[in-house]
């Protein structure tokens, strides 16, 4: 990491990711993260474990992981979480997290995403985490 990364805020840091990949995993990138921002207008943008974009409220709601081939969202608790239009295809495996894998082309249901991120809001809400 280089010192001028060290004085940007986790929002300008993601920015920074979603330039940087300059291809179609940067705009799906983009495209979830105006999601959250729309399911969720009040979520907090944090920089963990040295370059991996997180979206919290009252907890963690997920983070975004870009890899060669997918843009993984995992949710911190989406086992707990009402998945209707079965988004979750990957860490299935798991008491806790769950994970959505976007592929290159692959149409997002923006409806039922943002469902699962309030769905994840009202449960970090309900467990009365700061």
């Known amino acids: 990491m280089t010192g001028s990364q060290e004085s940007k805020s986790p929002s300008e ?6 330039t940087e990949l300059g291809d179609w995993r ?6 979830l993260r105006a999601l959250i921002h729309q ?13 991996v974009p997180v979206w919290e409220h009252d907890g963690m709601i997920c983070t975004g992981e870009t890899y060669k081939s997918v843009v993984k969202l995992t949710f911190a608790k989406g086992a707990a979480l009402p998945d209707p239009a079965a988004l ?3 860490s299935l495996e ?4 769950r994970a959505i894998d976007f592929q290159k082309g ?3 249901d923006e ?7 309030r ?3 009202a449960l970090n809400k309900s467990k009365g985490r700061k």
């Open 106 to 108: 692959e149409e997002v």
């Open 26 to 31: 940067g705009e799906m990138l983009g495209r």
């Open 39 to 51: 399911a969720d207008p009040d979520v907090v943008e944090t920089w963990k474990w040295r370059g």
């Open 94 to 97: 798991g008491n806790t997290r």
């Open 13 to 18: 840091l993601i920015d920074g990711r979603i």
């Open 88 to 90: 979750f295809n990957s």
């Open 111 to 117: 409806e039922a995403f943002k469902a699962l991120v």
């Open 119 to 121: 769905a994840a809001v």
